[in-house]
């Protein structure tokens, strides 16, 4: 497998990431990983694994180093593809947290106070939040202003915070840029399809990590057994015949998109297919495109796994890559800023 990336000057620049907290499910894989493997070809991309965001919330130690070995490999189980893209580990590169300390020093806290996520991710920390977890914007806005990254590829839960990374290099730019544009401006990428993949058990909630139920997910490293299973038990609703769109039925929208998505299908197809079918049918075919569309991500990622020096190289190559950019950055952001130079 090859490791070098030949650099491109041309190319607009795509930059996204993951949190390496448990294993990555359908809508992280749907509304994420998916399209940056789809277009990568036409970009020149930086995927991280964002460690410092998982320990936002409180974390275990003990995992921390695996879970980001996961999720490096499942990048590339799910087709992400050395030749245009660069992957790496966030905190490997000291300037993440370096650019956050000095963007937070020109963000209005009332801005992080107003993120629909801290004020979610609060209330379910209740006593226990930090200021790591108010603060967790900021950072992703350092993570993409270092690459002067064009495009974030993302679901649709952070178009929040792009719009807050958009207001603070307006912000940067205008008290420090001296007329220039010393930080880009990105621009979120949000595929209608898949991007807010819903619960299984709560069609109105969105499937997530951090829901207590395993039965509300499936997980891209999950058994057929597993999916069988979870579909098996997941919520439908009493009628007959299967319709996108319809209100009050939201679990049938969520469960006929995932259909429609992973088998490749028009949503035309798909709906005529619905139209006179009922649970006991569309379950088992659910399941089996599941299994189907998870098969081949597995298999790349137990060889992935297998061997363990060539992720190494793969996350080396990609720190030495992406920290180049990064540096230069954040040399300008500092010069900008006032601050001598070390001699
Ligand atoms: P996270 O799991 O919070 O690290 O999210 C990683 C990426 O997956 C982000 O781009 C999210 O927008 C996306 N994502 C997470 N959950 C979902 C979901 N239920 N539907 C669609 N996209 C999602
Ligand atoms: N906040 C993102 C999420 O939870 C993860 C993330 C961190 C990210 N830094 C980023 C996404 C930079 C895109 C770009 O989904």
């Known amino acids: 497998m090859n490791v070098i990336v030949p650099p491109s000057m041309d190319k607009q620049r795509v930059l996204s990431g993951v949190q390496p907290t448990g294993n990555l499910h359908l809508g992280n894989y749907l509304g994420a990983i998916r399209n940056w493997v789809e277009v990568q070809d036409q970009y020149e991309n930086y995927f991280c694994v964002v460690d410092l965001h998982a320990i936002t919330a409180p974390h275990n130690p003990s995992t921390l180093a695996e879970d980001t070995y996961t999720i490096a490999a499942l990048y590339l189980a799910c087709g992400i593809d050395l030749n245009h893209s660069t992957i790496f580990v966030q905190s490997h590169i000291s300037a993440h947290s370096e650019l956050a300390w000095l963007l937070n020093c020109l963000t209005p806290i009332n801005w992080l106070h107003d993120m629909i996520q801290f004020k979610e991710k609060a209330i379910k920390q209740g006593e226990n939040v930090s200021m790591g977890l108010l603060d967790y914007p900021v950072l992703m806005a350092a993570d993409i202003l270092l690459y002067q990254a064009d495009k974030v590829p993302v679901g649709e839960d952070q178009k929040q915070h792009l719009?807050?990374?958009?207001?603070?290099?307006?912000?940067?730019?205008?008290?420090f840029g001296g007329g220039q544009a010393i930080l880009k401006r990105p621009n979120p990428m949000i595929r209608h399809e898949g991007a807010r993949v819903m619960s299984l058990t709560d069609g109105t909630k969105k499937m997530s990590k951090s829901d207590p139920s395993e039965l509300s997910r499936i997980n891209l490293l999950d058994s057929?057994?597993?999916i069988q299973k979870k579909i098996k038990k997941c919520k439908t609703d009493p009628y007959r015949g299967l319709a996108f769109g319809v209100v009050d039925r939201p679990e049938c929208h969520n469960l006929l998109t995932l259909y429609m998505v992973l088998s490749g299908q028009s949503r035309e197809k798909v709906a005529a297919e619905g139209e006179d079918m009922g649970w006991g049918q569309f379950k088992p075919l659910l399941t089996d495109t599941i299994i189907e569309a998870l098969r081949p991500i597995q298999s790349m990622y137990t060889q992935v796994r297998s061997e363990p020096t060539y992720l190494e190289s793969v996350l080396t190559h990609g720190r030495e890559r992406a920290e180049v950019l990064a540096n230069k950055t954040l040399e300008r952001v500092k010069e900008a800023l006032g601050f001598s130079r070390p001699r």
């Open 163 to 175: 719009e807050l990374t958009r207001d603070i290099v307006d912000r940067f730019n205008h008290q």
């Open 224 to 226: 057929p057994d597993e």
